[in-house]
Nanobody, 127 residues
Framework: QVQVVESGGGLVQAGGSLTLTCTASGLTFRDYAMAWFRQAPGKEREGVSCIIRAGASTYYADSVKGRFTISRDNAKNTLYLKMNSLKPEDTAMYYC????????????????????WGPGTRVTVSS
């Protein structure tokens, strides 16, 4: 049974930092590209960042480039998102998911081919 769990969210002031963690079990983690998505109240889920299965290439939404860093530790089945210079518009539920179409992030930032969604972790950035 596949289980994916996000953690690390919380309340932070604008300009602050958080690191999100996603741990996965029940799947061969190293075989999948992994991504972070977020969904703000009343908005559609959007792609934040994706990392290929070997970790050598990463992709970011324009809104987070230069502020967020995605990384992974395949030995620990863990995905990370380091978020710096947080803004109120970063407030959302953050989810991680696996790219079921393969290991290259080619379907990112779309959500259709992503699966094994976790329950999410809430990030709130106050102004």
């Amino acid at each position: 049974q596949v289980q994916v769990v996000e953690s690390g969210g919380g309340l932070v002031q604008a300009g602050g930092s958080l690191t999100l963690t996603c741990t996965a079990s029940g799947l061969t983690f190293r075989d999948y590209a992994m991504a972070w998505f977020r969904q703000a109240p009343g908005k559609e889920r959007e792609g934040v960042s994706c990392i290929i299965r070997a970790g050598a290439s990463t992709y970011y939404a324009d809104s987070v480039k230069g502020r967020f860093t995605i990384s992974r530790d395949n030995a620990k089945n863990t995905l990370y998102l380091k978020m710096n210079s947080l803004k109120p518009e970063d407030t959302a539920m953050y989810y991680c998911a696996a790219d079921l179409s393969g290991g290259s992030c080619r379907s990112f930032p779309g959500t259709v081919y992503f699966g094994y969604w976790g329950p999410g972790t809430r990030v709130t950035v106050s102004s």
